[in-house]
């Protein structure tokens, strides 16, 4: 059984930051890519980082410059620092998980999500 457990969402004023953490348990997961995800009302679920155990890394374009994803690898925990947030952020967050060092595309194992809203 894989668990993916996020936490640090809320309520953020246009220009603010956030960040979101999750953890992946499981007997015997061990992922390799780990990211985010996110979902907006009425829209599809789109990727906003992702980040092997090696390092490397792929973010949206609306993303870049703002958002830095991070990994903890001995504690299998990604991190998401979301700065300069805008009101087009506003999503349910999602984290996911790979046991391949895949970027372009989401692995089998998701978190539960959590709210982000920007607004003022």
């Known amino acids: 059984q894989v668990q993916l457990v996020e936490s640090g969402g809320g309520l953020v004023q246009p220009g603010g930051s956030l960040r979101l953490s999750c953890v992946a348990s499981?007997?015997?997961?061990?992922?390799?890519?780990m990211g985010w995800y996110r979902q907006a009302p009425g829209k599809q679920r789109d990727l906003v980082a992702a980040?092997?155990?090696?390092?490397?890394?792929n973010y949206a374009d609306s993303v870049k410059g703002r958002f830095t994803i991070s990994r903890d690898n001995a504690k299998n925990t990604v991190y998401l620092q979301m700065n300069s947030l805008k009101p087009e952020d506003t999503a349910v967050y999602y984290c996911?998980?790979?046991?391949?060092?895949?970027?372009?595309?989401?692995?089998?194992?998701w978190g539960q999500g959590t709210q982000v809203t920007v607004s003022s």
């Open positions: 996911n998980a790979r046991g391949a060092p895949i970027l372009s595309g989401p692995g089998r194992y």
């Open positions: 499981g007997s015997i997961f061990s992922p390799n890519a």
């Open positions: 980040m092997t155990t090696a390092g490397n890394t």
